[in-house]
């Protein structure tokens, strides 16, 4: 079992950066594939990005390609999402997942098993 918490969602103006992190418990962090979705008001949860386990394989969303970066420190149980260049369409509550390492991130981009509570993010344009 692990939990997952986010932190550094905020309200920034469009253009700008924000760091998202999530910090997780537990003893087998290293051993997850974690990933970040999000949900805007009105529109169904969609995957954003994902790294394996060892942080080895990413995966993004063809949106957020160029723009985000997602990484791991394995060493403090904390996955990161670097966010650039940001849009009112990047307006959503971005939640924090994980799920065993598999093929593609094909398990965590379907079925995450672990979900953080989210975390507001909010793009003026």
């Known amino acids: 079992q692990v939990q997952l918490v986010e932190s550094g969602g905020g309200l920034v103006q469009a253009g700008g950066s924000l760091r998202l992190s999530c910090a997780a418990s537990?003893?087998?962090?290293?051993?997850?594939?974690m990933g970040w979705f999000r949900q805007a008001p009105g529109k169904e949860r969609e995957f954003v990005a994902g790294?394996?386990?060892?942080?080895?394989?990413?995966y993004y969303e063809d949106s957020v390609k160029g723009r985000f970066t997602i990484s791991r420190d394995n060493a403090k149980n904390t996955v990161y999402l670097q966010m650039n260049s940001l849009k009112p369409e990047d307006t959503a509550v971005y939640y924090c997942?994980?799920?065993?390492?598999?093929?593609?991130?094909?398990?965590?981009?379907?079925?995450?098993?672990?979900w953080g509570q989210g975390t507001q993010v909010t793009v003026s344009s």
């Open positions: 997942a994980a799920d065993a390492d598999s093929f593609g991130l094909r398990g965590l981009r379907a079925s995450a098993r672990h």
């Open positions: 790294v394996s386990s060892s942080g080895a394989y990413i």
């Open positions: 537990g003893r087998t962090f290293s051993r997850y594939a």
